[in-house]
């Protein structure tokens, strides 16, 4: 019977998401946990999980339209289910448990699951005819009416650049044999058939946050229209919620970090802490968790409802970064507990997961303080755009070798310009200032952060 699954519920008071990419299509048999598709919500790329085991029947939603959380998302044909909305199948009496918020169940084999399997024949697919130019003898449409053969194995990220540049992964499993294909694989096809225009997007500029050709200064289109969704519309909302909210006031220090980089230099030798890197974003980092300390009023928020100021005596440290589909903030959850290392550690997970667009919705929710990285794109200084919900955020400016005081004397040395943005309802120019000039004196003397606590 017919038993739908609709948009769950993805946390943190989401009320859509678009649909980035389709990895099963009707027909197709699919397994328990089996991830059906690639949703983008306002703040990550979320891959679903099958709820059921049976045949796609109904996919209600194309790749790059967006639905609200409670729509029907595709239908299944289960076995020797009741008719209507069902419920997630489970092991016979055991409670579901649920593996994304909204919805879930246990899963009823503890074997590996098996891939699941395509059927071709009875409603042929499409035949790519720029292949069939290419190379005849790799997609001759097969002729059986009942062949099953098993869905190429790949990750996500592969199986979506195969779709931009139009390319049948069962032809590169023809050709690469029976192991996962990896991106490199699907590349070395393109440059077999001529399918070069990796960049490019095959799909209508309506489904896309790209535009489907290439734009710029001197081409034939006068505009280029680009839909505002996912990570872009949700900051761009966010920001003007907070500019419009909390009165900003940011102010800025120069700050001579020499030691700081002669401490770093110094660690990158020490072969013990090879497998750990440490740079100038974690001793900030371990810097503004000390100075958060000694200023509570950077480490709160303000409760318009209630009618209080909330100060946390924790700190969930937001880490800035800019990714491909906008910048998100993920968090470092209880950073005041972290050592410099486990800090570091830290950042370079938070940046390596929202370089593959994983970073989940409880990663990017809440946060009580943020740094945001300007230096590395070369930048100076900055008056950075509060999060909603926080008093403060740090801007970090590029480090540069310049002449510099020292001593009484002219000297090069490291220099950088820290920039700090606050909420003004909550705290004055005072306990701003006395915030910066703390981080400040930690990273011109690293050592000073023994006297803090």
């Known amino acids: 019977m017919i038993a739908e699954f609709r948009l769950p519920d993805l946390g943190e008071g989401l009320t859509e998401a678009e649909v980035v990419t389709w990895l099963v299509a009707p027909g197709d048999t699919v397994t328990l946990n089996q991830t ?17 085991e049976g045949t796609v029947s109904t996919l209600h939603a194309e790749a790059g339209q967006t ?13 020797g289910e009741e008719h209507g909305d069902q419920e997630p199948a489970s092991e016979p009496g055991a409670k579901a448990e649920p593996n994304l918020v909204g919805y879930g169940a246990a899963p009823t084999s503890a074997g590996r699951p098996a891939r699941r399997a395509r059927r071709i024949g009875r409603t042929p697919a499409p035949i790519d005819t720029a292949v069939l130019e290419a190379a005849p003898h790799d997609a001759t449409p097969s002729t059986a009416v009942d062949a099953v053969i098993e869905r190429p194995r790949s990750t996500p990220p592969v199986r979506a650049h195969a779709k931009r540049l139009g390319i049948d992964l069962v032809l590169v499993a023809a050709e690469v044999g029976d192991r996962v294909i990896t991106r490199s694989d699907v590349d070395a096809y393109a440059d077999r058939i001529g399918r070069t225009d990796r960049g490019v997007d095959p799909a209508p500029a309506t489904h896309s946050t790209v ?28 920001m003007v919620q907070s500019a419009f909210t909390a009165p900003h006031v940011t102010v800025f220090h120069t700050v001579d970090v020499t030691a700081t980089m002669d401490l770093l230099s110094s660690l990158r030798s020490d072969r013990g802490l090879s497998e750990h890197r440490i740079g100038p974003l974690a001793v900030v980092a371990k810097a503004v968790c000390l100075a958060l300390g000694r200023t509570p009023g950077l480490n709160s928020r303000w409760d318009e409802a209630a009618g209080e100021i909330v100060q946390h005596n924790y700190v969930d440290l937001g880490i800035a970064a800019a990714t ?3 910048l998100i903030v993920p968090m470092i959850r209880d950073a005041e507990r972290l050592t410099l290392i486990g800090l570091a550690d830290a950042v370079k997970s938070l940046a390596e997961v929202a ?21 590395v794109f070369g930048v100076d200084a900055g008056t950075p755009i509060l999060p909603p919900g926080q008093s403060g955020i740090l801007a970090v400016g590029a480090v540069r070798r310049q002449p510099w005081e020292h001593h009484g004397e002219i000297a090069l040395r490291q220099i950088m310009t820290l920039s700090l943005s606050f909420d003004h309802r909550l705290v004055d120019g005072a306990e701003g200032a006395r915030f910066l000039k703390d981080v400040a004196d930690i990273l011109e003397e690293p050592g000073r952060a023994m006297l803090l606590r």
Not at 67 to 79: M, Q
Not at 212 to 238: D, Y
Not at 355 to 375: D, M, Q, V, W, Y
Request: no cysteine.
């Open 36 to 52: 059906l598709a690639e949703v983008e919500t306002a703040k990550a790329v979320v891959e679903l999980p099958s709820p059921y």
């Open 67 to 79: 639905i609200a959380v409670g729509a029907p998302l595709i239908a299944f044909d289960v076995v």
């Open 211 to 238: 535009p489907s050709t290439p734009a710029g200064l001197g081409s034939e289109e006068r505009e280029t229209r680009i839909p505002i969704r996912g990570v872009r519309k949700h900051t761009a909302a966010a």
């Open 324 to 326: 491909e589909r906008g």
């Open 355 to 375: 370089r593959s667009g994983k970073t989940s919705p409880a990663e990017l929710a809440g946060g009580t303080f943020s740094i945001s990285n300007i230096g």
